[in-house]
């Protein structure tokens, strides 16, 4: 077995935390990945990793040459990928997992965008806002939320910036009352995203100082549009992108709370993810450039 084909074995055992599961996906048996990393040891001089019958950890000495590892073969997948991209037509099956949010609301024509510019690529759209491991789950790209991703080692790149605001329907607003400063909050319920996801607080930043909140909630979801529905009816607060209910404050629906304070962390990000442990097909290359150029060309600065 050649050196680089150790590294990437290396690298898969990492980064999959198994030796089963690193022979799986390079067609192995097991005692032939134990060798690889074996031949590896020698040939650095030291242990790299640890190993028990239940999981598998990187030692010391081998952080860092993990991290050269990830550096030379993802410049020898993207020189290779380059030249191979530069004769390849994208085709085949992109397997797109996507936000269901996000998805319905902002990046249906960026999708139907890319299937008019690539008619040989069959798409197979995914729509979830659970966490997922792109690797795992089999997925060629993600257009996901941060707290989507249960994989560090993911290559991830910001494609847009929403906005988020703080909103009441004006019958919630006459049964309560309308809070005029951040502090006020602490007397009234939110419609939130689930404690898994998002922590059920919210910060502003008043006077050079931080102010805290923690929420009080009874109705609870993963799904934006789902609370936009339950604030709608009055059921609490909501803390919601600004993209889902625009309609909704323009006719009066909803009225947006506590505009002049500064508000911390008030954004949602969208975010291209994909993996970057095998040599990127011209398809998923395809999927990226346009996906960069759609919201260089339609998101206002």
């Known amino acids: 077995m050649d050196y680089v084909e150790s590294l990437r074995i290396f690298r898969s055992v990492v980064e999959l935390k ?13 005692p032939a990945v134990s060798r690889a990393i074996s031949g590896l040891e020698e040939r650095v001089g030291c242990r790299l990793l640890h190993r028990t019958t239940r999981q598998v950890s990187l030692t010391e000495a081998a ?26 037509e994208a085709g085949g099956v ?12 902002r990046l249906v024509p960026l999708i139907a965008e890319f299937k008019l510019a690539h008619p040989k690529v069959t ?12 690797v795992a789950d089999g997925y060629d790209l993600g257009v996901v939320v941060p707290n989507m991703l249960t994989s560090e080692t993911a290559v991830v790149r910001l494609l847009e910036r929403i906005r988020v605001v703080i909103v009441a329907a004006p019958q919630y607003l006459q049964r309560t009352s309308t809070p005029r400063h951040p502090s ?9 995203m689930s404690a898994s996801l998002r922590r059920p607080s919210i910060s502003f930043h008043i006077e050079n100082e931080d102010l805290t909140i923690p ?3 009874d109705v609870s979801s993963n799904s934006p549009a789902f609370n936009r ?17 625009e309609s909704d404050l323009a006719s009066g629906r909803l009225v947006h709370l506590l505009a002049d304070f500064e508000l911390i962390d008030n954004g949602i990000e969208i975010r291209l993810a994909y993996s970057n442990r095998t040599l990127l097909p011209a398809k998923v290359r395809a999927f990226i450039d346009h996906a960069t150029a759609f919201f260089d060309r339609t998101v206002a600065p």
Not at 94 to 103: F, G, I, N, P, S
Request: proline content about 2%; overall charge negative; charged content about 25%.
């Open 184 to 192: 006020e909050l602490t007397n009234h319920l939110f419609v939130t």
């Open 215 to 217: 929420l009080q909630f």
């Open 18 to 30: 198994s030796f089963a599961r690193a022979a799986d996906i390079h067609g192995l048996a097991r």
């Open 229 to 245: 529905e339950m604030v709608l009816r009055g059921f609490g607060i909501g803390i919601v992108p600004i993209t889902l209910i």
């Open 123 to 134: 798409l197979d759209v995914t729509l979830t806002e659970r966490p997922i491991d792109l």
């Open 94 to 105: 992109l397997r797109l997992v996507a936000h269901t949010t996000a998805t319905m609301e």
């Open 63 to 88: 952080e860092r040459f993990y991290e050269g590892c990830v550096r030379i073969l993802d410049e020898l997948d993207a020189l290779e990928a380059d030249v191979g991209n530069r004769t390849r």
